[in-house]
């Protein structure tokens, strides 16, 4: 997938302090910031953290705020931890949403309707990570251990959900 090769029509740069959310960790994205989108929605966005640019989901928070995860390599590439401040610049994703599964893929999801499903309802990061967890396999073998992993794990998580919304 290459990065950064569309260009933005509204940039937004801030510095944030990374803090943790469990054992991720996350900035608060400014209200000047927030004010700019739809509150309660999911927004596909690229961001570019010390130079390392990277497609990602600014997810809703209280208060029609957003949060941005940072992943390992965004904030190694910052050298920057819970606790210390980092400089951002995000516009939105405006690359196609759809990014259809693979046909070994598709045809394991297709024996899972509640994988499937999940998949399918799944934010584009998600679904961007699983297709490229799959897509880094090298072996044939590891590539179908890959994909038996994700349909299993859609599957349970498929599951939560049901029980949480049962509630």
Not at 28 to 53: D, L
Request: include cysteine; aromatic fraction near 6%; proline fraction near 7%.
């Amino acid at each position: 997938m290459k990065l950064g090769t569309h260009s933005p029509a509204k940039r937004y740069q801030f510095v944030a302090v990374i803090y943790k959310v469990g054992i991720l960790r996350c900035v608060s994205v400014p209200e000047n910031v927030c004010a700019h989108f739809v509150p309660g929605r999911a927004v596909p966005v690229v961001i570019t953290v010390a130079g390392r640019t990277a497609y990602t989901t600014l997810l809703p928070a209280r208060g029609g705020s957003f949060r941005l995860y940072l992943d390992g390599v965004m904030r190694k590439a910052a050298g920057a931890d819970a606790g210390d401040p980092v400089g951002i610049a995000l516009w939105l994703d405006r690359t196609p949403g759809e990014m259809p599964a693979p046909g070994d893929l598709a045809v394991a999801l297709a024996r899972v309707p509640a994988a499937q499903r999940e998949y399918h309802s799944a934010t584009r990061a998600i679904r961007r990570e699983i297709l490229r967890y799959i897509d880094k396999a090298k072996a044939p073998a590891t590539r179908a251990r890959r994909i038996a992993h994700c349909v299993r794990m859609l599957a349970e998580r498929a599951k939560r959900r049901s029980r949480r919304d049962s509630l």
